[in-house]
């Protein structure tokens, strides 16, 4: 079974830092997803990594399969993007569902 | 707009009590999922389906039941509702094979007293 570890739990913010959330899992995988909640809210799914990088506004996802090590990105960071970050691995086949880490609670400050 | 439909967004429910929590997706997803989600534990797999009429537990089935009677709809059950079942409970769907990634509904908060 699939380890998945986030750090920070927590983290807080000034508005326009540059934010950093990472994740690292113990097997390999066939795909890692970066999920974001909003207190009270549904998941939203930011990304869907294999390999390499993607970019979607202000935030990047980046992925290193040999290190089995992800990192989420946030830039010029703003209160809006203050929500529990969830980074979520599947492991091989088509119908396994994900496993999950812990979570970061990132508060951005005005 | 694409999305997956919880049918409550809170619940109280007594001890005891047989409780259904409904999910509806519109995007023909092959794969469904029940999870549950925890202060400090994240979000745990209950049940899956990667069919109509087919299931898998997951990683904490005990307590719940599912059912996938049509491929748009996926229920877990509670039978006897304990207050240990007192949770988010979250569902996703996705496709079977492909880049696609999952789509998660807006979560049921069930609390059993």
């Known amino acids: 079974k699939n380890e998945v570890e986030q750090s920070p739990q927590n983290l807080t913010a000034q508005e326009g830092e540059f934010i950093t959330i990472n994740c690292s899992y113990s097997v390999g995988i066939s795909a890692l997803h970066w999920l974001q909640q909003h207190p009270g809210g549904g998941i939203v799914s930011l990304f869907m990594?294999?390999?390499g990088k993607k970019k979607h506004g202000r935030l990047i996802a980046t992925i290193n399969i040999q290190e089995k090590h992800s990192s989420l990105h946030i830039t010029a960071s703003h209160p809006r993007d203050s929500a529990v970050y969830i980074c979520?691995?599947?492991?091989?086949?088509?119908?396994?569902?994900?496993?999950f880490g812990k979570g970061t609670h990132l508060i951005i400050q005005p | 707009d694409v999305k997956v439909t919880q049918s409550s967004r809170y619940l109280v429910k007594r001890t005891g009590e047989k409780v259904f929590l409904e999910c509806v997706q519109d995007m023909d997803h092959e794969n469904m999922f029940w999870y549950r989600q925890d202060p400090g534990l994240g979000l745990r797999l209950i049940y899956f389906?990667?069919?109509?009429?087919?299931?898998e537990k997951g990683d904490i089935p005990e307590g719940y039941s599912v059912s996938r009677e049509k491929k748009e709809r996926f229920s877990l059950i509670l039978e006897s509702a304990s207050t240990n079942q007192t949770s988010m409970y979250l569902c996703a769907s996705s496709l079977f094979r492909g880049p696609k990634g999952y789509t998660f509904g807006s979560g049921t908060r069930l609390t059993v007293v």
């Open positions: 990594l294999s390999s």
């Open positions: 979520a691995v599947k492991g091989g086949g088509g119908a396994d569902g994900l496993t």
């Open positions: 389906s990667y069919d109509v009429k087919m299931k």
